[in-house]
């Protein structure tokens, strides 16, 4: 099964909720590539469940997704079924580059064990489970294109868009989620920020096309493009030619030709 990646076109930040986790409204693209890839295998290393990868599975969101299932009653059916079977991953997203590499995989796991077990667990069902698992997960088990995300991203609404052709660009290295997220509040608290007119920019930007969006400063579209660049010197170079950043980073893109 392919877990395809996403690409935020907009992403602003618009408070804070009573966890003191961030609120946000942005626009989320499937991409065709790059994809992780998950299948089953015969080959098993250790008993029990097992992800069969080159990267570090440790304590990742697929372990997570299966200890969610046992929770929810099917304990019985994956232990049986794991006992001759292994799950193999397959990594192309890279790691840290804001294309929710993680969360697809989570998703896709989901969607992949509910149709060899035949779980008969619906969209609905899967998404509500998903929000527990990380922020991107309801996106990616949405079967949108294209939609509006907001929350903290677990509210997912379908969008009718004209998806433009785009470059994709992943720099080898990786800018930490946390770290990014962590200058924006620095910003923030030595400059203030006006979260209302945040708010207000961030609903009608939420009505425009993609193709639309692209036409807007890269730094108004993405609120955290501006930490990232002061966190990693390499990322000032893109927001310097007119890049747009996805998420946190590192991936930026820019129209096609």
């Not at 193999?88 to 064990?113: E, H, M, Q, W």
């Not at 609905?124 to 998903?130: C, P, R």
């Not at 910003?187 to 939420?206: L, V």
């Amino acid at each position: 099964m392919k877990a395809r990646s996403k690409l935020n076109i907009f992403l602003k930040i618009t408070g804070l909720d009573a966890r003191g986790y961030h609120l946000l409204n942005s626009r989320f693209i499937l991409l065709d590539e790059p994809y992780d890839e998950l299948y089953f295998s015969d080959e098993k290393q250790k008993a029990g469940f097992e992800i069969l990868s080159d990267f570090n599975c440790e304590d990742n969101i697929i372990q997570k997704a299966y200890d969610l299932l046992c929770l929810k009653g099917f304990k019985n059916e994956l232990e049986e079924f794991f006992r001759q079977k292994s799950l193999v991953l397959i990594k192309n997203i890279p790691l840290g580059a804001g294309l929710g590499g993680s969360s697809t995989d989570g998703a896709a796991f989901l969607r992949l064990i509910n149709e060899e077990l035949n779980l008969k667990l619906d969209a609905n069902t899967l998404i509500q489970w998903g929000k527990t698992l990380g922020s991107d997960v309801a996106f990616f088990l949405s079967g949108y294109a294209s939609a509006n995300v907001s929350g903290c991203g677990e509210v997912v609404e379908g969008f009718d868009d004209a998806l433009p052709c785009l470059e994709l660009f992943s720099p080898e290295f990786f800018c930490k989620t946390g770290a990014v997220y962590a200058e924006f509040d620095a910003q923030i608290s030595q400059r203030g920020f006006d979260f209302e007119t945040n708010a207000k920019a961030a609903t009608f930007y939420a009505k425009l096309r993609s193709e639309e969006l692209l036409n807007f400063k890269n730094s108004d579209l993405n609120d955290l493009f501006a930490p990232c660049a002061r966190l990693y010197p390499k990322m000032q170079e893109f927001l310097a030619r007119g890049f747009f950043l996805s998420g946190s980073g590192s991936s930026v893109f820019r129209r096609g030709s």
